[in-house]
């Protein structure tokens, strides 16, 4: 919960008054010229353990939203009616499954006789290539008969490519890019990884695909740069994005990729919906063998497909893409009559590590991941790494630690400490933290500018002698500043988390790799960091003003 003075984009380094002591650094990188930084006096940390970095303790966490945009509402079968429909489908399954079988192998060796010879894959596809195509597009279709897809509702009609050269569309299964390759055959941004997948991976070449590696911001930049190549070619076929990057249940929207809207090209919204009563269609919490399954055992399957009107760019508006992307998004969430989240392909990363994990509720651990990364800009791949850490906490079945199961997990004794710590993502005081409290806070102290130069001066301070490395006695001693009475066990437990490759001493990558993934115990070296000894680090890192 956030104060109504105070937000994460407010500044969090208060201005210190004339008369306030504090402690200049000056850090000296050879890349960039030095520059001045505080840390708030120990004195002002009384309450807050993390003040002494800026870190405020009113940060904003939102409610989390009962919602759950990726769930299938019928992964199991039930109900007496769906299992009697079942058997009697099963003989029509059969021959379901041999025309799927039958089909694919056709558009599979048209696809290859098109393929064929073809070197020049940075120009649009020849003619006589693109026709033979037509026999893999007429097997598509059959491949949506033999899924029980027998007819399709259209509404509305594509506009001319030359109009709207890209088409943007709500992603729910695994038949809505079968169901495009045939009916438009466009070019499509897919993952590196379904290159290699047997018949998919050849069948998308043929559609020109533009690969990215959604984890890598140079590969996410030449798909964007391409995108814009091919879009401004009416020689090109269109392009289909599906923006939300993942699929969804179809009963929410959630947040967009940009990749469709920074070329800054008109777009045509398309809604998929897979109107159902007993046997729902989404590709969520359901394996694709038993959905595939589900689908031949169905007397019939719907989908209806609705070109909506054009949206087109805004000139001369600051940041134009995301509000593109937001007035398109609208559109989308209006014919759908659905709501929009902030989620991402991030919360179903976390979805299946927490599945993988073996938790009951994986949905507890979704945290709308696209509203993190633009606030905290915090990568997906670093949440999963604090889910990791917090899971062994043995949340209960509503998601929830207590505060010995924290101090366990941290290598903490119960101290005032180590409590000021839990208070401190115990947002709502309520004695216990959910994966988005325990996310939120650390994030916003892994993120404060001070943080990098607390870790870089804390390990010049306990370090002796620049022998670059930390041992046992050196650290029992720089800890015990904060944390009193600790004995030989206790320091050892928490040695030996900071001592990653477990070779009896704590490397600077060891120290600063530990607080990465466990930055709330930054506030272990608060006293010695503030510590009024400039002799104890370099004289050219510290200087002290009082």
Not at 67 to 81: A, C, K, L
Not at 318 to 333: D, R, V, Y
Not at 352 to 372: C, D
């Amino acid at each position: 919960m956030a104060a109504a003075d105070h937000s994460l984009s407010t500044p969090l380094l208060p201005q210190p008054s004339d008369h306030q002591p504090h402690v200049i650094l000056d850090v000296h990188d050879p890349q960039q010229s030095p520059s001045p930084v505080a840390f708030q006096p120990l004195d002002e940390t009384r309450q807050n353990p993390f003040a002494f970095i800026g870190a405020n303790q009113d940060y904003e966490v939102p409610e989390s939203r009962t919602v759950d945009p990726f769930r299938n509402q019928t992964p199991n079968i039930e109900g007496f009616y769906e299992w009697v429909k079942i058997v009697i489908c099963l003989p029509v399954a059969a021959v379901r499954l041999i025309l799927f079988g039958l089909c694919l192998t056709v558009g599979y060796v048209a696809t290859r006789l098109a393929l064929q010879g073809w070197k020049d894959k940075q120009n649009p596809m020849p003619k006589w290539r693109c026709r033979l195509m037509w026999v893999t597009r007429f097997s598509a279709r059959a491949i949506l008969f033999s899924f029980g897809y027998h007819w399709i509702k259209r509404r509305g009609k594509p506009a001319p490519r030359e109009i709207a050269p890209i088409v943007v569309s709500n992603h729910v299964s695994y038949i809505d890019p079968i169901f495009f390759f045939y009916e438009l055959f466009p070019t499509i941004v897919s993952s590196e990884s379904h290159d290699s997948m047997p018949f998919v991976g050849t069948i998308i070449r043929a559609m020109q695909v533009i690969y990215v590696d959604r984890f890598s911001r140079s590969s996410r930049k030449l798909a964007v740069n391409e995108i814009k190549r091919k879009a401004s070619s009416n020689r090109f076929p269109r392009l289909l994005l599906f923006p939300e990057g993942t699929t969804t249940s179809g009963r929410a929207l959630i947040s967009f990729q940009l990749g469709a809207f920074i070329p800054g090209f008109t777009v045509q919204p398309v809604v998929v919906r897979y109107p159902h009563v007993h046997f729902d269609q989404s590709w969520g919490n359901i394996t694709l063998a038993k959905l595939m399954f589900r689908m031949f055992t169905q007397f019939h399957n719907f989908m209806e497909v609705e070109y909506l009107p054009l949206v087109s760019p805004l000139e001369n508006r600051k940041e134009n893409a995301m509000h593109f992307s937001q007035s398109t998004g609208h559109a989308i969430a209006r014919a759908l009559n659905v709501v929009q989240t902030s989620h991402s392909y991030g919360d179903v990363m976390l979805f299946s590590k927490a599945a993988e994990l073996k938790q009951e509720n994986p949905s507890l651990y979704m945290v709308e991941m696209a509203w993190v990364e633009t606030t905290l800009h915090l990568r997906a791949l670093e949440a999963v790494e604090f889910l990791e850490t917090f899971l062994p906490m043995n949340p209960d079945p509503s998601g929830h630690v207590e505060f010995h199961d924290f101090l366990r997990v941290m290598k903490l004794k119960p101290c005032s400490l180590s409590e000021k710590m839990f208070e401190f993502i115990d947002v709502q005081k309520t004695g216990k933290v959910g994966f988005k409290q325990f996310l939120l806070g650390s994030a916003h102290v892994l993120k404060q500018p001070l943080f990098w130069h607390a870790c870089e001066l804390g390990f010049t301070k306990i370090e002796r002698d620049g022998k670059n490395y930390i041992l046992k006695p050196e650290f029992q001693d720089a800890v015990s500043l904060a944390i009193p009475n600790l004995n030989h066990d206790e320091g050892h437990s928490l040695f030996s988390l900071f001592d990653l490759d477990k070779d009896g001493r704590v490397s600077k990558a060891d120290f600063v790799s530990c607080l990465r993934k466990n930055p709330l115990l930054i506030a272990l070296f608060a006293p010695i960091i503030l510590q009024k000894n400039p002799s104890a680090a370099d004289p050219d890192l510290v200087q002290e003003v009082v």
